[in-house]
């Protein structure tokens, strides 16, 4: 048998509030939730690639927005580091589809180039005094 610990009566087995007082038998636990929202770290990928971006690919604006968004990412919540980041990540798809994109036209313009300038020198006339 149990005891009130409010009024000393004695309880039943089953019994969840004191007949006596009303107080409650069993104690509550009180759970107590996170109110500290989780912080994300840096991703370290989207970082390089960003850095790629902006020094290897010559894409200095796609570079920059995703190196500010990836910065930005970290130490956010993790709702707002994934929105970061999904920017940023766009940010470097469209810089190196631009770089893939200029590097195609270059090797193109440079085998044009060498092809005419080939072409060039051997219909070239000589002439002979």
Same mark, same amino acid.
């Given at each position: 048998?149990?005891?009130?610990?409010?009024?000393?009566?004695?309880?039943?087995?089953?019994?969840?509030?004191?007949?006596?007082?009303?107080?409650?038998?069993?104690?509550?636990?009180?759970?107590?939730?996170?109110?500290?929202?989780?912080?994300?770290? /840096?991703?370290?990928?989207?970082? #390089?690639?960003?850095?790629?971006?902006?020094? !290897?690919?010559?894409?200095? *604006?796609?570079? $920059?927005?995703?190196?500010?968004?990836?910065?930005?990412?970290?130490?956010?919540?993790?709702?707002?580091?994934?929105?970061?980041?999904?920017?940023?990540?766009?940010?470097?798809?469209?810089?190196?589809?631009?770089?893939?994109? /200029?590097?195609?036209?270059?090797? #193109?313009?440079?085998?044009?180039?060498?092809? !005419?300038?080939?072409?060039? *020198?051997?219909? $070239?006339?000589?002439?002979?005094?």
């Amino acid at each position: 048998m149990a005891f009130c610990r409010n009024c000393g009566k004695e309880l039943g087995d089953d019994q969840t509030v004191c007949t006596g007082c009303g107080a409650p038998t069993v104690e509550e636990v009180k759970v107590e939730a996170d109110t500290e929202p989780k912080k994300k770290d /840096l991703n370290i990928g989207m970082l #390089v690639w960003s850095l790629i971006n902006l020094v !290897l690919c010559s894409q200095v *604006a796609a570079g $920059v927005i995703a190196l500010i968004f990836t910065l930005l990412a970290k130490g956010e919540t993790e709702e707002k580091s994934a929105r970061y980041n999904k920017i940023a990540k766009i940010a470097n798809i469209v810089g190196t589809i631009c770089a893939a994109v /200029l590097v195609l036209f270059l090797v #193109v313009f440079y085998i044009f180039m060498i092809i !005419l300038a080939f072409g060039m *020198a051997v219909s $070239v006339p000589t002439y002979y005094y």
